[in-house]
């Protein structure tokens, strides 16, 4: 599964995992720069809450942009897989500017989801401009190979992670989130031992990457966005080590990004963007 | 303070920093080694439990290194910085083949120890030849610039650490350790956010870096050594924050590494060492 196809003329809508935890009353900036890309006071937002077993995780977030100044917003669950081939569900994800996840756990959503028409029309809106964002679990499931689950500590073993496929927004990230809180590095890089090719993306609670059609990750949020690079892997011993064994890795690149900084997927270059600037301001 | 003086036609003592609760009944491994370096059976060595408020620290260990098969072990506390001027004790020192501190809080080593003849002793020592080694608190004190402590967390904030002088073998390495056990990326990470001169060395559990003579660190125990490189630092925004502000920090290099792996302090350079050669064997 790759992302769908950009239809000629259009760009990819902007991909926003959110590293849960997410501020929601003072300015809320994350939620309100998704409800930007959105449309903003045009905006018509589809939430799935399916990752959550709270009843009122929909509704929260349906009052939350709605107050944000939404023109539309719409809880949208999954409780079976048949819901996710209903005709007027997949309509209204056609009609959407904007499609949110909850969090919970994001094996609800690709067990509920994964392979159904409603997957489809996500990816289809989502590769002809639609943004489409999720925090936590709903942060994880946006990729094309995501975090189903995982042990904590900063340094990886072999068993440190448990991958399962995602939504497949995009095959160029892995992403954990709860970073800095969950002490998640280990698993992280254990994910890219497996196959180098992919970048992982660590996300601090309260903490967004706003990952552009051009593949650049502005930073929106109170705390840092960890990039580890594996592009110049010079060596791994996971193919060799048992399950509960320590990871041998050299050679990994990490860029801890705040607000203001950037990273491009397809370049693979960090910058400071604007505090450099405001260094020399 | 920069380490002691090498006198001509010797070399430096190995220095080894142990992440903490090593393996004392599973062949002991890492205190094995030390052992060895410092002579094996004809070994002579002091162990200093100053860190520790425990009062059976120091016996412990002696036991332990007697049990090995160390010749000579005396455990040496210090309650007083006046016992650090205390000649029998300094000429116990010029007399051991290998000094180990325990572990406990490494500011009450720096405190008791720091400018005195005993550290002077020590440091004169290792510079000539003397292994010197330590676990927790005991690895911490080894450097020249010590983590005298932090907060958790895997991504870095301006407070996440606090230094202090340590006992000065090496100036090369900022050392913490339970590194994988208690989330500390982001104080080592912070440490070296201040000058990116130096190397910070997690060291997880039960594992230990050798630092050989020729600035070669090899690997012992059951778990990882994780090395941060600031070597192609890009960008910190270090000077530029508020104390529980995140720090943005581009361009790190890390490498993680397992038993048979090596890191030179001097080159910078990473090697798989044994592990490639088991690879294609």
Chains 1, 2 share one sequence.
Not at 257 to 279: D, E, I, M, P, Y
Request: with cysteine; proline share 4%; aromatic share 6%.
């Amino acid at each position: 599964m790759s992302p769908s196809r950009i239809p000629d003329g259009e760009e990819r809508g902007w991909i926003v995992p959110i590293g849960g935890a997410e501020d929601k009353e003072n300015g809320a900036k994350i939620l309100q720069r998704f409800l930007d890309l959105c449309g903003g006071d045009g905006a018509d937002i589809v939430v799935i809450p399916t990752a959550s077993r709270m009843p009122d995780t929909g509704d929260r977030y349906e009052k939350l942009f709605s107050e944000l100044g939404a023109n539309r917003v719409e809880s949208m669950d999954f409780d079976t897989r048949r819901d996710c081939f209903e005709p007027n569900r997949i309509q209204r994800i056609e009609q959407a500017s904007g499609i949110f996840f909850t969090g919970g756990n994001q094996l609800r959503i690709s067990t509920m989801l994964g392979g159904t028409p409603i997957a489809q029309a996500i990816r289809a809106q989502n590769a002809r401009g639609v943004a489409v964002g999720g925090t936590s679990a709903g942060a994880s499931i946006l990729s094309e190979h995501m975090i189903a689950f995982g042990t904590e500590g900063s340094s990886p073993r072999a068993d440190s992670v448990r991958l399962a496929p995602g939504l497949g927004l995009t095959n160029r990230v892995v992403i954990d989130q709860h970073f800095r809180q969950r002490d998640r590095l280990g698993r992280l890089v254990a994910a890219l031992a497996y196959n180098p090719f992919a970048i992982g993306i660590g996300l601090d609670e309260d903490t967004a990457a706003f990952i552009g059609p051009d593949n650049t990750i502005e930073v929106e949020g109170s705390g840092s966005v960890t990039v580890v690079d594996a592009d110049g892997l010079q060596f791994s011993s996971m193919h060799m080590v048992g399950e509960d064994e320590p990871v041998c890795l050299l050679g990994l690149g990490v860029h801890i990004l705040t607000k203001g900084a950037t990273f491009n997927l397809n370049t693979r270059k960090a910058s400071a963007g604007s505090l450099a600037v405001s260094k020399s301001g």
